[in-house]
């Protein structure tokens, strides 16, 4: 099994930043795809920012200048930097990976238990 484990979120004010941290830890033999997604009160899990094993990067639009989703592959980790938050990014924001626990295994979506981001206007 594979566990992710968020970290980071809190209150702040509009125009602030946060940092949010997923760690990654179990019985994995390598993660590809890893992802930061969110879902607001009374709306669907979105996709935020996701990036790649190859380091491919790709963000929403409304994340896009003002987000910054990395990586580190040998600790398993991913962080997704936040700057110029509004009230609109007020959501519990999930960590995800396509991870494998063998060499023959196959990948399979992993999550965590969310971390929530309230931004006060």
């Known amino acids: 099994q594979v566990q992710l484990v968020e970290s980071g979120g809190g209150l702040v004010q509009a125009g602030g930043s946060l940092r949010l941290s997923c760690a990654a830890s179990?019985?994995?033999?390598?993660?590809?795809?890893m992802a930061w997604y969110r879902q607001a009160p009374g709306k669907q899990r979105e996709l935020v920012a996701s990036v790649t094993r190859g380091g491919e990067i790709n963000y929403a639009d409304s994340a896009r200048g003002r987000f910054a989703i990395s990586r580190d592959l040998f600790k398993n980790t991913m962080s997704l930097q936040m700057h110029s938050l509004k009230a609109e990014d007020t959501a519990v924001y999930y960590c995800?990976?396509?991870?494998?626990?063998?060499?023959?295994?196959?990948?399979?979506?992993?999550w965590g238990q969310g971390t929530q981001v309230t931004v006060s206007s």
């Open positions: 179990g019985d994995i033999f390598m993660i590809n795809d």
């Open positions: 995800n990976a396509q991870a494998s626990v063998s060499a023959w295994g196959t990948f399979l979506p992993y």
